[in-house]
Structure formats: C-alpha cells, structure tokens
C-alpha cells in the first residue's frame, strides 16, 4: 500500500535551516508529482511547495519560493524541502503527500522555529 515517511523536522532558531525529507513506496514515485503543505496551530493545512515528475517546481508564493527549496531523488524515492532563513512563522506540521489532488498524506513531521 501507499506509505509516505516525512522526517527531519525539529526545533532551530528563526535564520535557521533544516531539510525535511520524505520517503515514498506502494506507488511508482518517478512519474508522480509530490507536494509538500503545512499546518501551523489553529490554521488549516495549507499548501507548500510541490514538484513533477519531470523536476518542474511550483510555490505557493514567491516569499516561500526565495527561501525553501523542494526537489527529489527518483533513485532513493525520496522528496526532499530545504528550508533556509527560518521564520517563526514558519512553525507547524509539515506533510508531504502524493500528489495534489489524492488522500495520499504522511503522518507529518513538526518544525518549531523559535524566536
């Protein structure tokens, strides 16, 4: 079955950095598109980042897209989200997930970025 194991989330500073990676099997990941969102307390899961199977990339806006990075490795099947100069409000879970349209979600990995 569809599995989707995010990890390398954790507490740094705001102006911190951390990669979150996201590690895919029951599907054929090299031709599926992969998506990155976000959850921050009270707010509703909001969309990231996603990437094609083709290595085509798109933000959800341009202030994300200057300091996170999404990218993959069709070998390691594997989705992979730099993110550099961290936020406050940057805090909340990160999930990945198959696709932009399926039900497809991992279980989430929390960044906590302090102040």
């Known amino acids: 079955q569809v599995q989707l194991a995010e990890s390398g989330g954790g507490l740094v500073q705001a102006g911190g950095s951390l990669k979150l990676s996201c590690t895919a099997s029951?599907?054929?990941?090299?031709?599926?598109?992969m998506a990155w969102y976000r959850q921050a307390p009270g707010n509703e899961r909001e969309f990231v980042a996603s990437?094609?199977?083709?290595?085509?990339?798109?933000y959800e806006d341009e202030s994300l897209e200057g300091r996170f990075t999404i990218s993959r490795d069709n070998r390691k099947n594997t989705v992979y989200l730099q993110m550099n100069h961290l936020k406050p409000e940057d805090t909340a879970v990160y999930y990945c997930?198959?696709?932009?349209?399926?039900?497809?979600w991992g279980q989430g990995t929390q960044v906590t970025v302090s102040s």
């Open positions: 029951g599907f054929t990941f090299s031709i599926t598109t």
């Open positions: 990437i094609s199977s083709g290595g085509n990339v798109y």
């Open positions: 997930r198959r696709g932009t349209t399926t039900g497809y």
